[in-house]
């Protein structure tokens, strides 16, 4: 879908357009050479073919600690007709000495040394071939032999052969030097940003700055930052243009805001030459590059995520050429390297995924393996979520044509962490920061924990899809008031499934910190006086409302906002701690996390409920003890709005 | 075969037996804590579970651009049927931007904006939803939200996430201190090495610690490394107690000499506690480890390639869990790490390997693919051999099991290199330092050339079995004095394999510089008053002498020295050089590599000999282009001793 708008650069490219396009543009112009020690040169490329300045060994050297001797004086030696040598026919030899009369040397094994009264002989078991045992000069490399070739990459091998060839120096190719440039008026500098403890709505800290400068670390070469620049295109077009006079890279970290993504094109147009704009992918779409005055300028977009992207798929690979590698295009191996992968996985999607038509999309997913199945899921759609790109096991990359992608379907994950499934559980269930815990106690005990927040409904379906090793319920029966058991034996279907309390948790209502209206029941919630914010239909909280209201003797219809719907508990105590609801009910958590009252109405008995297979798990172990572990329940008391087991509970 | 020599430490044991002793001893210290910045933590592991500090984002904001509204205005609003806002009534926003009184965003692309008389007016084609477009607060990160554990690795997403959640600094472990104390009489520093042109025979650089300092660096390590210590056990001795008390890791690089590896043994014992002694594996079977002083103390033997799996396979996984990760005796992912290899590849022995019972063996391999099947073959059995590390394409790990392992066995190779086998040929045929350095040529077209150096009859055997891309031959016949073309015909079996030669390579009599001797040509050689130094039967050279002296009407039996044997032109030319032997005969580059004189006495037709579909390959044209190239040739012409096609040949 080239749309091409009265400019003659490409548009609207997929990634490997776009790369090669940068490869083109920039590949041929050579990288400055220097001339450098072998241990100094490590990690960069050869920028000549290097030969041998010496013969290797430069001396003929024994290969064996034994005796060296002429190989004719040994002739007919056997175990059971041994050779014996006077003194003048051998020499000691450790390996690596000299071998300087002799042709051959006997083992020390196949040998045995008498003294007798003529003085000291040498019994030999095993006769000696011509050059047995003997390193030629030069045999292991000779001088002028040809050791490695323009192009190629300096290991610690090649240091150690290049220092044993007397090699003084040699010629590698410079890494490029890169400039970061951050901009926007949104954004302000990490020191700013850890200072203040009250940063303006509005205002983000620049991560794309740490996230770069982290990565350039990473891959081995500097990255210089700028301070942040505001959007204001003579500002920026003056640092690009002092830039490509000083840099041979510069990466201008876009603004979000959609006027900015605007300017830099225009910016880059006026001063050099677009080479493209706007890439098939999600995310990182907006993302373009120039050649200003023979440097490339990459404008990176400014989401986090699509920030990283362009780092990782076109930045990375061009700093490689830019070092003197050669670099193809359709080696995806480039963008394993980029982001640290060393092993892929395959493993199929955990639920039906539609992925844009005619656009590569990037996934951050996390792994699990249930019952000899081995599944990825998403974690988050947004391009300015952090956590979903550090808590990833590794990342995906969805092909331009796929569109709806049923569950099941296998994909290539590069995993960016160390993860062993077999010591994996995966839990399905309903997002609590108390179980959010437990994720560290199983770490310690050497295995792991994942978590799959998708409410309790969702995991017991999970769990009886055979998709998960255990959930949990905390789901209200409304018809008898009890708790879990009717959903547990829906779900199960008669299949053992063990089921254990770990705590019960409080639900109450949020107010306004302080409680202005003092709020003290559902009397208030029902009264006409009070704006309400409910939860959606289907959410646990939502029917314990319902249940409460009907067991006060009170109307939901004279509930006041009883239509309004929040996705999550945080997003309703939001909608508190912004005014525009007097009150919600939720979990203490989201109260505290806000600094909003919370007035205890109810506790819900939060229980685990186990696959029937999931004490043969070897994690099983790990999270039965962390539950009762003394640590866990300590830190979960902390937190308040839980009572755990044999606690004393009052109201 | 645990022996036990009155000690009580455990003796051969196998590399994992070994690696859990050291675990076991040294994993439980906790290393130091220090508290630094999230930018200075990258690749260090948390000491502590790390939560937010903040809720992410802080405030209500926009995630698209568009215009922040009040849902329940938009109600009912479609394409069809749009529903027109006051300005009042709308605010526009750009993505991330607050949102403050409105409960949700339109996006512009639903939108039209409408001027008229009455003002600006929004024209909106798609109701929205509550808190549709909202990123809620805390929607990323809730304030006191886990965001990684103890335990787990320091990423550029982990420093991105960590100063989004507002945390200063974090307790990470530091990493250990380690230092290298190279140890030998026969060793000299690199400075020595590199500024004396004439190291005396016994002497040769000490490459393990340049190997040790960069496979640190490149690990993220740093490494000290002491001055050279002589083979003097007190001096040893010493200078472990004094690194004991100043490093967390001490490593002793054992001379290569039987005398000090017992030294090592009876200076730790005599200063600690040996963890153990001997390692079922080879090369690396004289490793040894020590408790001293609550430190590690490694002995790495002295043979470059038994250091370098020392530092592999002992030495890297103790650094990692002395740096506060969890690693796991069996987990092989270690050995990948520490070689930095990211791709395995399972690949077929190009040749039977006979793998010594009960110890498991280290292979340096490079790689070919010919006609679909993946080969690879060992280079070098030597453990002073440090071109094969160099050269290698990826290390295997032969079990303990293997014996006997036949051609084709799949063994697994862990790359080293990033390697296309689709864009490599492989050429089986005899040395020579002219076709070596096609290597260089066929690299800079981006493909790629390897070379197993088995003779010319191995090299068309090899091409018979389809096990090569091309081989070559300078093969006389001696019926008619004919070169090649019988072989050819012979091994080719009627397949059309196509010829073409690049080269006449002179042979010649090699003899002392100067010529002393006044060796012109074979009648000298028979003449009874000089020594001779033949090849071994079945090579082309000793075929060739045979030749030449059946034409001049000689007699081998009057050649001195005609029953000597060596096996390669440069233990040949050796002969000569050390003054074993008067003269031989060989290529022009043995006698240059020794500074010796060369008479040339022939030349011999050297022809690539290509296999029938090997103009298919992707890297033929390439190989076709580099043996016309003008460069190449004139390279060649420059070493001496080649004639190329169309040149005059005097002689």
């Known amino acids: 879908m080239a749309v091409v708008k009265n400019r003659e650069y490409p548009e609207h490219c997929s990634l490997e357009e776009a790369l090669e396009i940068l490869l083109a543009e920039f590949a041929s112009r050579e990288p400055k050479i220097k001339k450098v020690r072998p241990s100094e040169a490590l990690g960069l490329i050869l920028a000549e073919d290097t030969a041998s300045c010496r013969n290797v060994p430069h001396y003929t050297a024994s290969a064996v600690d034994g005796y060296a001797v002429t190989a004719s004086s040994t002739s007919g030696a056997t175990p059971a007709t041994p050779v014996t040598l006077t003194s003048s026919e051998y020499l000691w030899v450790n390996t690596g000495m000299p071998v300087m009369e002799a042709d051959s040397v006997v ?34 490399v000779m001088n002028g032999q040809l050791l490695a070739c323009r192009g190629d990459r300096v290991t610690p091998a090649l240091v150690s052969l290049l220092l044993c060839a007397g090699v ?7 890494r490029p030097r890169t400039i970061f ?3 926007g008026n949104e954004i302000v500098d990490e020191e700013t940003w850890l200072s203040d403890g009250n940063i303006p709505p509005g205002l983000v800290v ?26 204001e295109p003579e500002l920026i077009s003056e640092a690009v243009s002092k830039a490509v006079g000083e840099y041979d890279l510069v990466i201008v970290s876009a603004g979000s805001a959609k006027g900015l993504r605007d300017h830099s094109a225009g910016i880059f147009e006026s001063l050099g030459k677009m080479s493209f704009r706007y890439v098939r992918m999600k995310p990182g779409r907006p ?16 989401f986090p995520m699509s920030c990283a ?34 092993e892929i996985l395959k493993a199929g999607l955990l639920a039906n995924h539609s992925s844009p038509a005619g656009v590569m999309e990037w996934l951050r997913v996390k792994c699990a393996e249930v019952e000899g199945r081995k599944f990825c899921w998403r974690l988050s759609a ?40 077999s010591r994996r559980l995966l839990f399905q269930g309903s997002d609590d920061p108390a179980v959010n815990m437990l994720v560290s106690f199983v770490k310690r005990a050497g295995m792991e924990l994942a978590i799959r927040a998708v409410g309790s409904m969702g995991g017991l379906a999970a769990l009886s899809r055979g998709d998960a090793h255990f959930a949990a319920a905390h789901l209200l029966d409304i018809r008898d008031g009890t708790y879990n058991t009717s959903y547990i034996e829906q779900f199960s279907g008669g299949r053992h499934w063990r ?73 309703a105590a939001n909608k508190v701690a912004s005014g525009v609801a007097d009150a919600t009910l939720g979990i203490k958590a989201a109260a505290d996390a806000l600094g909003l009252d919370f007035i205890p109405v109810a506790k819900e008995p939060y229980e685990l409920v186990f696959s029937e297979r999931f004490e043969e798990h070897p994690a099983a172990p790990a999270l039965l003890e962390a539950i009762e572990s003394g640590e866990w329940k300590s830190a979960v008391t902390r937190m308040g709005g839980y009572i755990l087991p044999g606690e004393a509970t009052e109201f």
């Open 107 to 140: 083992m020390v094994e196949d040998t045995s040394l008498e003294t007798s009264n003529g003085g000291e002989r040498l019994k030999i078991f095993r006769s000696a071939t011509q050059g047995e045992n003997v390193r030629a000069v030069g045999e292991d």
């Open 168 to 174: 003084k120096s040699v010629p590698v190719f410079a």
């Open 181 to 183: 440039i951050p901009t």
């Open 206 to 231: 620049d991560s794309n700055s740490a996230y770069a400068a982290s990565l350039f670390a990473d891959w081995g070469y500097e990255l210089d930052v700028s301070r942040i620049l505001p959007d």
């Open 287 to 302: 993302a373009m590059a120039a050649n200003i005055g023979g440097v490339p300028v990459i404008c990176s977009p400014g």
């Open 309 to 342: 992207v362009t780092l990782w798929s076109l930045v990375y690979p061009l700093i490689r050429t830019m070092s003197g590698e050669r670099v193809e295009c359709r080696d995806a191996g480039y963008i394993s390297e980029a982001i640290g992968s060393r």
């Open 382 to 421: 947004g391009a300015s979520v952090l956590w979903a790109l550090a808590e990833a096991d590794g990342i995906a990359m969805l092909p331009e044509s796929g569109l709806e992608i049923p569950k099941g379907s296998e994909i290539t994950v590069l995993l960016t962490k160390r993860v062993n499934l």
């Open 499 to 571: 089921r254990k309390l770990i705590f019960h948790r409080e639900q109450g209502i949020i107010a306004s910190g302080g409680n202005p209206k003092n709020i003290r029941g559902f009397e208030d919630i029902a009264s006409g006086r009070l704006t309400f914010e409910n939860r959606q239909p289907g959410a646990g909280t939502r029917v314990l409302l319902d249940y409460m209201l009907k067991s006060s003797g009170l109307n939901a219809a004279d509930v006041v906002g009883y239509d309004r719907i929040s996705i999550t508990h945080m997003e």
